[in-house]
DNA sequence: ACCTGAACACCGTTCAAGT
DNA sequence: ACCTGAACACCGTTCAAGT
């Protein structure tokens, strides 16, 4: 008696890449594991992924990536458009703390992932009366910025180090206003530099 | 007739990791690879580096990171210092592309490498009348976009895509951009999230 | 004290072979 | 057409053995 195995496709594999990814790091997201995770042998996944393990990740990266940009109800507002994407970009990427690295590591595939929200941004800010210039720069800054931040915090968490075990007292004050949660942290950067990008509107 | 050879010491195994990274990529960082650059055998290592690869790392980390803190003149102006302290790190990180995604990925050993420079941030801040609390807040999110900026500037550089591969005309000039070179975005970027931390005092 | 040979349990990937 | 067994050239790391 055997359950029927449906077949793998390439969306199976990267879907089981992501939770092997989610639950074990990236490190232990070896090609023998996520076969594992499917019930299948490592050198199955070739025939579904034929640039091998490089290709998964990217099409793990571009999983997440649209998932997020999808769901994005822009305005047309270059302000309230650029916090809606940084807001939902940290939020999308902190329910996938062990990609945010994967994903700050592979900007080409990320953009791919997103040229309608990176076109309707720029749309956005020339409307507004940003240059082309100073709209290409502002969502290279906002996106890297984002990138970042989410980086640091994802980081910071799993760097493992409980505050307390610091010897400087400087540190210690830091790791544990990190630990803390970030929400203010984020928002606080967040509003300076939009503040900061509608400064050079007006110059 | 056998060439002398300089004892091994924790500090030649940190410096042939960083060179081995500089020429060949975290991907090329193997143990082994570092005690080839050295003439020596991956076991011999490990007396030196007894927590194995991760200490090692560690230590490429804390070289560059001091490397660059060290050589910095602080002012006590909290904008000027911030300003030199992010353009420099971004000069530093420049100088070892293949190492930003580590630091990146390891920020307590950056921060343990700081503490004096940090310091001194917070209170230049706090000279200039923010609340201790938004200079913890002021100095992570500088740091961090700082690193997120350099990060996505290294990664869009080694991705590899030559920008006329992209088959969307928004793709080719955001890559054809970023090809020329990111001097004026990181100004643009970073004084604005100055500019925006300034408002803030004013507030 | 410092270095190493051999070994273990892993990797990604290829390729000929099975069904 | 799709999957796999065996193999190759690598990993990090341990440990007993050499000098």
Redesign the pocket.
Known sequence: MTTA?E??SRERVVEAALAVIDRAGIQ??????V?GELG?????L???VP????E?LDGVVALVQTGFVDELDTTGDWRIDMGLFSRAYRAALTQHPNLVALIAARPSVAYRSSTGLVGSLFDAMEDAGFSREDALRAVRVVSRWTIGFTLGEASAVEDGESAEEFDEPLLVEVFTDIARGEDDVFEFGLEALLDGLEARLSA
Do not use: F, I, Q, T
């Open positions: 195995r077949p793998l232990g997201c070896s090609m023998r594991a076969a299948v042998e490592a050198m199955s070739y025939h579904h640039g091998g393990k490089d998964m």
